[in-house]
């Protein structure tokens, strides 16, 4: 035997990379569709110098994913882009002191290198960077065609301000510090103590004010019922349908008319029209008293009393800090009876209780007197999407006073599509689309936000003094910008066609993109649950509504179209040491070290080990070094092994059943993204092939086939095996993925050792299913009398766990 080489993880790795690209493994065939994968990615926005390591294991955990898939004979198409453009990327340029073109020109590099050190299979001849004049001019032509459907309009409005971030916020981006992950602060930076009711910013957690200030905004609610209706129809992880459905947050009731003195009527929203005759109060809420979360509710009696429709009872009128100004009418009945709230107001001001049963008919009855009218009310707001910042998409929009004195106004488009007819509620007069895009955002010096309510680059008179497109008179170009949301909401859209003949003509090609859409599956963090996710869904729908998925071969597009993500599988966050990986707690791990230090292959193996996709994985070093010598060991394997492969002797029934089972559970395991299972799986597998090696029994198949399920978790190493050992046709990647026999697989039972502090207690014969979770068998183990004998009335302090093999609790 000859004597074994350490693996030189960092010659064979680079190599087989620019092997990867050179010869365009993981290139898509974009013609070729009839058997597509499109496997996306969230891609990163660069608001640091590179990635970390939770960037790794999810990025690991989407590719592994597409690597099976293309095994198993998909077309695959998986892209890789940077979200550049926006708050996300420029807050660190702030930070470091650097103009974000520069800064990005230097991290961008660094996150490519990172993503090709990590041997992901991105499509690297198709990338989108939204901050790329290129990409952005179609971002400018999305508001341009939400715009002339009618589903930007511009308002004034009580908005989320950041004072840190010096720009609005639309309502998904303002949440409280722990959905932030933020320590809330003011806007000098001080720590604010924490409450209930505080609201920050998302980005930087900075406690938000209110402002009235005119923005622009996108009719998101006119999609309301078919965001929401549409969930029904597609796969997406639960907490994250869940987290939508209550953003929108939908309910059905009635707005009731109540007279009061002067001739007037207050209207209140209900959802409890059946609880009229127990009604006691009415609230109006009050934009200073206001509190979202208040636990102690504070009022002021107005003075005036209404008048109950049912029974003509006098309702005193109250103000209160408990009612929400923009929801419903912003009036409510109390009904102290019925709703807690309402009781504890009720009590507080020793207002008179009525006690009734509630009526169903009453819905009726208060219809048919005309007394009210059914209402559906949203959660969901119009998204604001202006930011007084400047690295952004422009908004291509134009504002001339000449034609709003003469009351001219952009009013549609004969070819184009009114989704949204009504132009009563904003004040259109004046403004023009700007058509001659890319409107191409200036390089400008002093780019720091002012929080002035108006952006950088409203001290730049070069780039907003334009001439109206419609009178020639001097006009001014907005100088907001759009939130970097509007980037990312259409990215994927434009990826496949990045390299089309009409990509510098139209944004995404229609028959490109009728064949490669919709996407196949979407890996990504559930943080964008009501963010991202949302916005994506409505262009999509918008884009869907105006015809823009209509390929001119194919007609209609096909119904189950109305989604952009079918499937979309959230997973979970790195944590470091028991803590939630963070910058302000110093204990983000930079994988470029562990890369060099380990390999990729060893990184991408350990993060998948860790635990279930979904799961929050803890690292470790000392995990990810045992995971280093099990790769060294593979290597060991068939270095010894070489002769044994060539001289193949019998099939070993043994190894031929165990080999079945281990596919048919690695296939299982990665469709349900446990890949930890299907690691473990395949250490059970090798265990007993290195096991009967030295009887001289190794098989070729049994050998090809190890390579092959570990090809998507260990690309480099697998490539080399393949390749170069076992002197198979290049590249594993494009070999189909091993296909288990049915018969072979019914033999489940493997046996395994029960140890109480090292020595033998019994045996447990175990299915093939569980034989690799710990939590299972030790279960079964301690249940077995033979074993439990031993463990009565001991502390059980360790329990050792080698997966196929054996259990041993360690106890005093
Ligand atoms: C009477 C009543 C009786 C109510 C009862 C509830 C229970 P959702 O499901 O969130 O839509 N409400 C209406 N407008 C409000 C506002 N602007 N701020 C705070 N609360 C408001 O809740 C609707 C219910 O919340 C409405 O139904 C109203 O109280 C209250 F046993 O009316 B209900
Ligand atoms: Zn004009």
């Known amino acids: 035997m000859n004597k074994t080489e350490k693996y030189d993880h960092r010659s064979i790795e680079k190599k087989w990379q620019k092997k990867w690209i050179k010869e365009g493994v993981y290139t898509a065939d974009i013609k070729n569709f009839s058997n597509k994968f499109y496997n996306l990615f969230m891609f990163p926005y660069p608001s640091a110098e590179g990635l970390h390591a939770g960037h790794a294991f999810s990025s690991t955990g989407s590719d592994v994913y597409g690597r099976f898939m293309r095994m198993k004979g998909k077309n695959v198409f998986q892209p890789i882009g940077y979200d550049s453009f926006g708050i996300h990327a420029e807050n660190f340029a702030l930070k470091i002191g650097e103009h974000p073109e520069k800064m990005l020109s230097r991290t961008i590099k660094h996150y490519e290198d990172q993503f090709k050190s990590l041997g992901h299979g991105y499509d690297w001849t198709r990338t989108v960077t939204t901050s790329d004049p290129s990409y952005y001019m179609w971002t400018e032509w999305l508001f341009l065609a939400l715009f002339k459907a009618g589903l930007a309009y511009r308002k004034k409005a009580h ?3 950041c004072p840190k971030d010096r720009t609005v916020l639309a309502d998904e981006q303002v949440m409280t510090p722990k959905q932030a992950g933020k320590e809330p602060k003011d806007a000098e930076g001080n720590a604010v103590s924490l409450s209930d009711d505080l609201r920050v910013c998302e980005r930087c957690g900075t406690v938000v004010e209110k402002r009235e200030l005119e923005q622009w905004f996108f009719r998101i609610t006119d999609y309301a019922d078919r965001l929401l209706n549409n969930l029904e129809k597609i796969d997406w992880s639960q907490r994250v349908k869940i987290a939508q459905r209550e953003w929108i947050g939908k309910s059905t009731g009635m707005i009731i008319k109540f007279k009061t003195k002067k001739e007037k009527k207050l209207e209140v929203f209900t959802t409890r029209p059946d609880t009229l005759n127990a009604v006691t109060f009415l609230a109006i809420s009050d934009e200073k008293l206001y509190n979202e979360n208040t636990k102690e509710k504070i009022g002021e009696f107005t003075g005036e009393y209404s008048i109950d429709p049912l029974s003509q009872r006098k309702i005193p009128i109250w103000k209160t800090n408990y009612v929400a100004p923009g929801y419903g009418t912003g009036v409510i009945m109390g009904v102290p009876a019925h709703d807690e709230r309402d009781m504890d107001f009720a009590k507080k001001y020793q207002i008179k209780i009525i006690n009734k049963k509630p009526d169903k008919f009453l819905w009726k009855l208060i219809e048919e007197k005309g007394w009210g009218r059914k209402h559906t009310n949203y959660h969901l707001r119009d998204w604001l999407i202006s930011r007084q910042r400047y690295w952004g998409t422009p908004i291509p929009m134009i504002f001339c006073k000449n034609c709003k004195r003469n009351g001219k106004g952009y009013l549609g488009d004969e070819k184009i599509k009114l989704i949204h007819k009504d132009r009563s509620d904003w004040e259109w007069q004046g403004w023009w689309p700007d058509e001659n895009l890319p409107i191409i955002l200036p390089h400008i010096d002093d780019y720091q936000p002012e929080g002035t309510g108006r952006g950088p680059l409203a001290n730049h008179p070069e780039y907003f003094k334009v001439k109206c ?12 910008v759009s939130d970097t949301f509007l980037d990312s909401s259409w ?18 090609d229609p028959d490109i993109t009728k064949n490669w859409l919709p996407v196949d599956l979407y890996f990504g963090g559930a943080e964008h649950s009501v963010l991202h996710l949302m916005y994506a869904r409505f262009v999509w729908m918008v884009l869907y509504d105006l015809g823009y998925f209509n390929s001119s071969a194919k007609g209609q597009p096909a119904s189950d179209w109305e989604d ?16 939630k990986m963070s910058k302000s707690r110093g204990n983000v791990i930079n994988p470029d070290l562990y890369i060099s230090k380990f390999g990729a292959d060893t990184l991408r193996l350990y993060t998948m080990f860790l635990g279930p996709m979904d799961a929050s994985p803890d690292f470790r070093d000392s995990g990810i070094e045992g995971m280093h010598r099990f790769v060294q060991r593979i290597w060991n394997f068939f270095q010894e092994n070489n002769n044994i492969v060539l001289e193949s002797e019998k099939d070993s029934q043994e190894i031929f059943s165990l080999m079945h089972q281990t596919i048919k559970k690695v296939s299982e395991d990665i469709q349900s993204f446990r890949y930890n299972t299907a690691i473990s799986t395949i250490m059970i597998f090798f265990n007993l092939l290195r096991e009967k090696a030295k009887n001289k029994s190794a098989d070729p198949e049994a050998l090809k086939t190890l390579v092959l399920l570990l090809a998507p978790f260990a690309p480099h190493m697998s490539e080399e095996l393949w390749t170069n050992v076992l002197k198979e046709k290049f590249s594993v990647h494009n070999s189909g993925w091993p296909k288990y026999n049915p018969e072979l697989v019914k033999v489940d039972q493997v046996e395994i050792v029960v140890q109480v502090n090292g020595k033998l207690r019994g045996q447990l014969n175990i299915k093939y299913q569980v034989l690799s979770i710990k ?17 009565v009335s001991k502390k059980i302090k360790k329990v050792i766990f080698v997966p196929g093999k054996l259990i041993n609790f360690v106890v005093s």
């Open 564 to 579: 952009p993500f079918p499937r979309f599988f959230a997973h979970g966050l790195m944590i470091k040491d028991g803590a």
């Open 491 to 508: 990215y994927f859209l434009r990826y496949p066609s990045t390299r089309c003949a009409r990509s510098g003509q139209v944004p995404f």
């Open 469 to 480: 497109p419609e009178c020639g008179s001097d006009a001014r170009r907005e100088t907001d």
């Open 775 to 791: 939590e299972e068998i030790e279960k079964l183990a301690k249940s077995d009398p033979k074993v439990s004998k031993w463990l």
């Open 159 to 161: 908005v989320n301000f």
